[in-house]
C-alpha cells in the first residue's frame, strides 16, 4: 500500500477505473478512492472514468476528461479482475498501470498490484489503504466505500465478510453521512424490476439436488422494459429459498449470445465460470454462452458439482 501511495504522489494526472456493467463495489471503490485523493491531493488532476450506470448515479457520476496530446499520466484500475472487463481503454496508454482488486488473480496486469481474493470488496481495501497510510477520510468518501461494501457482503451475509470487514464499516460509519437512506436507495427498485422478480420466482426451474436457473430472453426484457443492469438486482433472488444451494441466471444479450451470472451459497463454482469464457469469486461468478445448447451444458455442470 505505501508503494502504490509513493506512485500516487508522482503523477499529477490520475485516472481510475473500474469494470464495464458496474455494481455498488465497482462505483464505490473507483469514486472513493477519487474521494480521498481529490481530499488528501487538491491540487492534482483525478478522475472517475467510465459511462454512467443509470442504476447507479445516486452513489456517484463519472468525470468527462480530455487529456493533453503526450499528457503523461497514471491509470488506477479498482475491481477488476481482467483487462477485457475495464471501462475505458486510456489505461492502455497509461504511463503507469495499478490494478487493486479482490478477484481470483487469473489475469495479473499492471505495474502495480495489490490484490486481496480473501478481502470482501475492492471498497474494504481502498478503505485500509486510507486508513493504514493515514489519509485523509471525508464523509463523501466514507459514504462511498460503505455503500460499496454492502453492496458485495449482501448487507454483511456472505461468506467472504470477516472481522476486518465489519471493522473497516464501523470506521466508516463514524463519518458524517446517512447510512439508513443510502441503505433505502440501495434496497429500493422500480416496479418493473419487481414484476421480474415475480416472474423468476414463478419460472425457476428446480433439480432434485439444489440447484435452479432460469432464463431471461430478450423478448423478455422487452416486455418488461428492462436493460441488461436491470437484472442484476434480481441475481439473489433464488438464494432466498431454502433448499436451493447452486443458481444461474442465464440473460440473452441483443447480439444473441448469453451472460451467465452463477452464484452458490457454499460449493464453489467459479470454475464452472472460467470453463465458459468467464471467472470470479468461488461463490459469485459470471461466465458467457454462445448457444442453447452451451446453456444447457452449464446447467448440466452446476447440478453435477453439486453432486460432487
Known sequence: MKEILDKIKEYNTILIHRHKNPDPDAIGSQAGLRAIL????????IYAVGYDEPTLTYLAEMDTVTLEENEKYLSIVCDTANTPRI???????????IKIDHHPNDDAYGNLLLVEPERSSASEIIADFAFENKLSMN????????????????????????????????????????????????????MKVARLQGFVYENMELSE???????????????F????????SIVSVPGNIRGIE???IFVEQADGHFRVRMRSKVIPINE?????????????????????????????ELQDNLKK
Do not use: C
Not at 422494459?225 to 442484476?232: G, K, M, V, Y
Open 272 to 300: 464452472i465460470a472460467k470453463a465458459h469464457d468467464g471467472g470470479g469469486h468461488p461463490l459469485a461468478s459470471g461466465a458467457n454462452s454462445y448457444s442453447l445448447e452451451e446453456n444447457e451444458k452449464i446447467w448440466q
Open 209 to 223: 439436488n439444489g440447484a435452479a436457473r432460469v432464463l431471461l430472453t430478450q423478448e423478455l426484457l422487452k416486455k
Open 87 to 97: 471501462d475505458d481503454d486510456r489505461w492502455k496508454t497509461a504511463d503507469f498501470l
Open 139 to 190: 464523509a463523501e468518501a466514507a459514504r462511498l466505500l460503505y455503500g460499496g461494501i454492502v453492496g458485495d457482503t449482501g448487507r454483511f451475509l456472505y461468506p467472504a465478510t470477516s472481522p476486518n470487514t465489519l471493522k473497516v464499516a464501523s470506521m466508516l460509519a463514524e463519518y458524517d453521512f446517512d447510512r439508513a437512506a443510502l441503505g433505502r436507495e440501495m434496497s429500493s427498485f422500480d
Open 38 to 45: 481529490r481530499e488528501n491531493f487538491p491540487k492534482k488532476k
Open 225 to 232: 422494459a428492462l436493460r441488461d443492469a436491470e437484472t442484476s
Open 246 to 248: 447452486s443458481w444461474a
